[in-house]
């Protein structure tokens, strides 16, 4: 069975710094993986994902991610962050093939200061 | 755009109430799953459906059934609603075929 680990909670950061979001990942198996936007009140957005191909993934609001194999993580980078961007992040895998269970983790809440 | 609609925003029941949460989706798309979100423990897989009457247990799915009579619907029961299952309900689903989950706003449940 996969898992996702978010180790952490909560990210204050200051505006117009960078910011990097952990997640770490286990399966046995090949994964695709995602990361997903809650603002609140509000259902879960695509931020980007992670299918094949090339590691480095470039996703909507100038976020991007790195799909490392050897590390199994696919952290969450922004280079310069914006009042609009706190929210909660979640980051997800689904296993190749099979019936596609989808598992999140607990999610980073990302609290940008002015 | 890929649409799910959940049919309630908001609901307040009382305990040992049946409870229905019902979820659209117009895009044909094959899996559909229910999780429910709170705060710290991120979002728990209750039920997913991978085809029409086929359902798989999530990862808490006790207190919960769920139906799946047509493709672009999937349901979510409360046979007799406890106030421990106070929570925001969310719906997906998900395409194989372009690899992309998409969610539902929510339903927040209140259980008194």
């Known amino acids: 069975a996969q898992s996702v680990t978010q180790l952490d909670s909560q990210v204050p950061v200051f505006e117009e710094a960078p910011v990097e979001l952990r997640c770490n990942y286990s399966?046995?198996?090949?994964?695709?993986l995602f990361w997903y936007v809650q603002y609140p009140n509000q259902g879960l957005q695509l931020l980007l994902k992670?299918?094949?191909?090339?590691?480095l993934v470039k996703g909507i609001n100038g976020f991007e991610a790195e799909f490392n194999k050897s590390q199994t993580s696919f952290h969450l980078r922004k280079p310069s962050v914006h009042i609009s961007d706190t929210a909660e992040y979640f980051c997800?895998?689904?296993?190749?093939?099979?019936?596609?269970?989808?598992?999140f983790g607990t999610g980073t809440k990302l609290q940008v200061i002015p | 755009d890929v649409k799910v609609t959940q049919s309630s925003r908001y609901l307040v029941k009382r305990t040992g109430e049946k409870v229905f949460l019902e979820c659209v989706q117009d895009?044909?798309?094959?899996?559909m799953f229910w999780y429910r979100q709170d705060p710290g423990l991120g979002l728990r897989l209750i039920y997913f459906?991978?085809?029409?009457?086929?359902?798989e247990k999530g990862d808490i799915p006790e207190g919960y059934s769920v139906s799946r009579e047509k493709k672009e619907r999937f349901s979510l029961i409360l046979e007799s609603a406890s106030t421990n299952q106070t929570s925001m309900y969310l719906c997906?689903?998900?395409?194989?075929?372009?690899?992309?989950?998409?969610f539902g706003e929510g339903s927040w449940l209140t259980v008194v």
């Open positions: 997800a895998v689904i296993l190749y093939g099979g019936y596609q269970k989808v598992t």
């Open positions: 399966s046995s198996v090949s994964v695709y």
């Open positions: 992670y299918l094949s191909g090339s590691t």
């Open positions: 895009m044909d798309h094959e899996n």
């Open positions: 459906s991978y085809d029409v009457k086929m359902k």
């Open positions: 997906a689903s998900h395409s194989r075929t372009i690899n992309t989950i998409y």
